[in-house]
């Protein structure tokens, strides 16, 4: 059996999910894979994708039945991101972020809430977390952005960047300090905010190297006023939401991961069999195997590690902040190398845009930098061992 015929230890689906991952594959070749190059090359937000997955319910898959959802599996949802990050890394990740945004919902805001948002994201609304700032990247607990009540409000002021949907969400779920509390970790606290609610503005919009088609945006907040009943949680507690959220988000980026490096390395073995160089196949050489053999067996332990651990939060199980940060750093470090092999296994073909390569290479970069640097991820996992 080769590598292309086994993926990793796919997780079991039950009918309905193996119904509309077909029901998504479709949409997926027909249309999203089909619009990639386009997307990658003119930068503009991919609204014709996202109407795709729109019609066929995509986003209602994360959100439980009762809040007009399909209710889906956790595992089902990685496995329908993987397969839309092979084809549109910038689709893979807008779609993503909308089941980002859902996590801090679904987790931990009140039933009225869930009523109001839940619903309307399962439509098909774009969501959007707002947690990095301009002097708080790695270390998100430096935040500067204020929530100070204002009698049933609550007044937003401060500055967000590197936000995912920015200038497009429908709803922006935004961390920042609650100002009675101070400027300690103990003040994090949680709101969500409309799209259109006055006083949140698009800086710029960020020209990337790699994702152009996602809408990546700099935020500025300023006498943004909301209801108090916007918040979710109580004041404070937004630490404790914050790692709960991240250690979903963070084997969600590392499925996208996983997207863009199934990708590359199917192509690779669809161009080392079919070049030919001194009279033999590419794949006919040895070291080519090699690299090869390495590149598969490190793709299918991170892929059966991902399912390992959606099988555990889908019995109700909690994952480590240690084991996403284990998952999140192989599984974007394996992007990373097998989009940077891919290219240099297609030769000089592979650093020109004609072949998608290229473009995997730029979109693999950022997985390596966002929800947490690969060498944050060593930092939490190595200090794990320090005896205490």
């Known amino acids: 059996m080769s590598i292309l015929e086994f993926d990793g230890g796919s997780p079991p689906l039950s009918d309905v999910e193996a119904s509309f991952l077909e029901s998504l594959d479709r949409a997926v070749q027909n249309e999203i894979l089909q619009r990639a190059a386009e997307v990658d090359s003119t930068g503009e937000f991919p609204w014709a994708n996202i109407e795709t997955l729109n019609e066929i319910g995509a986003n209602s898959i994360f959100i439980p039945s009762e809040y007009d959802g399909a209710g889906l599996s956790y595992a089902a949802y990685l496995k329908c991101l993987i397969e839309i990050s092979k084809a549109c890394a910038s689709t893979g990740i807008t779609w993503a972020t909308n089941f980002h945004a859902a996590i ?10 869930k009523r109001a ?11 959007a977390v707002c947690l990095t700032e301009p002097g708080a990247g790695s270390d998100a607990t430096a935040m500067k ?29 935004v961390f920042g300090k609650w100002a009675p509390l101070g400027d300690g970790r103990d003040a994090i606290s949680l709101v969500y905010v409309p799209g259109d609610t006055p006083g949140l503005t698009v800086d710029r919009l960020e020209d990337k190297m790699g994702h152009r088609g996602s809408a990546t945006a700099a935020l500025i907040f300023d006498n943004c006023i909301v209801p108090q009943s916007h918040m979710i949680g109580d004041p404070g507690a937004g630490l404790t939401m914050l790692h709960g959220f991240l250690d979903r ?27 030919v160089q001194s009279g033999k196949r590419i794949v006919e050489f040895q070291g080519i195997q090699f ?15 991902l399912w390992s651990l959606a099988e555990r939060v889908d019995r109700g199980k909690s994952i480590s902040a240690v084991e996403a940060s284990i998952l999140k750093m192989r599984c974007s ?4 190398r097998a989009t940077t092999e891919a290219v240099q296994l297609h030769g000089g073909y592979g ?23 690969n060498q944050i991820h060593r930092r939490i996992i190595g200090r794990s061992f320090v005896e205490r």
């Open 351 to 373: 650093y020109c845009r004609d072949f998608r390569v290229e473009r995997l290479m730029r979109d693999a970069k950022v997985t390596q930098i966002w929800e947490g640097t």
């Open 145 to 173: 952005t204020r929530f100070v009540p204002a009698g049933d409000n609550v007044r937003i002021d401060g500055a967000k960047v590197f936000i995912t949907n920015g200038g497009v969400a429908d709803y922006y779920i």
């Open 249 to 275: 988000s963070r084997p969600s980026v590392s499925a996208h991961a996983l997207g863009i490096a199934r990708a590359a390395f199917e192509d690779a073995i669809s161009y080392v069999n079919e070049r």
């Open 104 to 113: 801090p919902l679904l987790l931990y805001a009140g039933e009225a809430q």
């Open 333 to 336: 470090d394996l992007a990373m």
């Open 117 to 127: 948002i839940l619903p309307k994201i399962a439509g098909g609304s774009l969501a």
């Open 291 to 305: 690299l090869l053999a390495d590149l598969a067996a490190e793709l299918v332990m991170c892929e059966n590690l």
